[in-house]
């Protein structure tokens, strides 16, 4: 069973840091690209950074600079640093992959519940 489990939201002043964490299993973590997506209050889900199984990064127009995606693959877990955060970064921020649980399933989107990113200003 696929499950992705974020964790590190919380209550922080603008201009303040949170690291997000996101721990996988069920998959093979380390062939697979890992994304973050945040969505706020009466707004789309915005796919915020990815990181490919390369180490290569991307990043929204609107974080880029601030926010920082990596991954550990030994302990199956992809981080986002957050900087300079503002009130426009406030969302439930979920970690996400396209994977396959096993060598026989079809590859599926899997989201993990999320983890609330609060900025206060």
């Known amino acids: 069973q696929v499950q992705l489990v974020e964790s590190g939201g919380g209550l922080v002043q603008t201009g303040g840091s949170l690291r997000l964490s996101c721990v996988a299993t069920?998959?093979?973590?380390?062939?697979?690209?890992m994304d973050w997506y945040r969505q706020a209050p009466g707004k789309q889900r915005e796919l915020v950074a990815t990181?490919?199984?390369?180490?290569?990064?991307n990043y929204a127009d609107s974080v880029e600079g601030r926010f920082t995606i990596s991954r550990d693959n030994d302990k199956n877990t992809v981080f986002l640093q957050m900087r300079s955060l503002s009130p426009e970064d406030t969302a439930v921020y979920c970690c996400?992959?396209?994977?396959?649980?096993?060598?026989?399933?079809?590859?599926?989107?899997?989201w993990g519940q999320g983890t609330q990113v609060t900025v206060s200003s």
């Open positions: 996400c992959t396209y994977a396959r649980k096993n060598v026989l399933a079809k590859q599926e989107r899997y």
């Open positions: 069920g998959f093979t973590f380390g062939i697979y690209d």
């Open positions: 990181i490919s199984r390369s180490l290569s990064t």
